[in-house]
């Protein structure tokens, strides 16, 4: 009976370790060193005329414009990151500008179903949010924080979130940029056979003692 018990109990433990886990690859913008790329976070021109120097954008330094002044100031949690090492650019002078921003992370041996997150962004000028292709958030804000997460919509392996940056064309002071901060996440991972095996040899010696305490 005892054996039982503990089985179940061990069993109980394992699943209930898997629900506290964070989701790995959630990583805020602009982890590194100012006007270093910020290798989490791929960038592709949608539309424009903007040529990218690399397919990576690019993390601000805190001292200049617009972070200094008209942006939300960077902080050792996270950065701005620009489509080029030069945060203050001028672009899209003549048609808007549109700019996708993909961070990936892997729930493999992870239950997608229970994935879930919090997290807040800046944009300038204009940000959809998409999970896997399908938008999460809208926003248009670059001097305070938006609200953003996702309980649903997950997939096991290989997961995108897209920031869909447009900035609206100008013919001067047209710099754009994104930043993003990861609040809270979970997931829970697939538990291993033999946590089933575990859970069922417990099962089944509770089951097993309760006949014989009956014969």
């Given amino acids: ?45 949608v539309s ?41 650019a001028w672009l899209d002078p003549v048609v808007d500008g549109v700019y996708d921003y993909r961070l990936s992370f892997d729930l493999s041996g992870y239950d997608a179903s229970t994935a879930a997150f919090t997290g807040r962004y800046a944009a300038d000028n204009s940000v959809v949010v998409l999970l896997n292709g399908q938008q999460i958030a809208s926003g248009h804000k670059f001097d305070t924080w938006l609200s953003f997460g ?34 809270s996440s979970t997931v829970a991972a697939v538990p291993e056979p033999t946590t089933y095996a575990m859970l069922l040899a417990g099962l089944g010696l509770l089951a097993f003692a309760a006949k014989r305490r009956k014969a």
């Fill in 150 to 183: 996702a309980s649903s919509g997950f997939v096991s392996g290989v997961n995108t979130l897209d920031f869909v940056v447009t900035n609206g064309h100008q013919t001067d002071n047209n710099p754009t940029g994104l930043r993003a901060e990861f609040l």
């Fill in 48 to 88: 424009g005329n903007t040529v990218l120097p690399n397919d990576h954008a690019y993390i601000s330094a805190d001292n200049v414009w617009p972070v200094a002044k008209a942006w939300t100031a960077n902080t050792d949690s996270s950065k701005w990151i620009t489509p080029t090492s030069n945060v203050g």
């Fill in 1 to 45: 009976m005892k054996q039982a018990i503990s089985a179940i109990a061990l069993a109980a433990a394992t699943f209930t370790c898997a629900h506290a886990a964070s989701i790995d690859g959630l990583v805020n913008t602009g982890i590194g060193a100012a006007g270093t790329q910020d290798t989490h976070y791929a960038l592709s021109v």
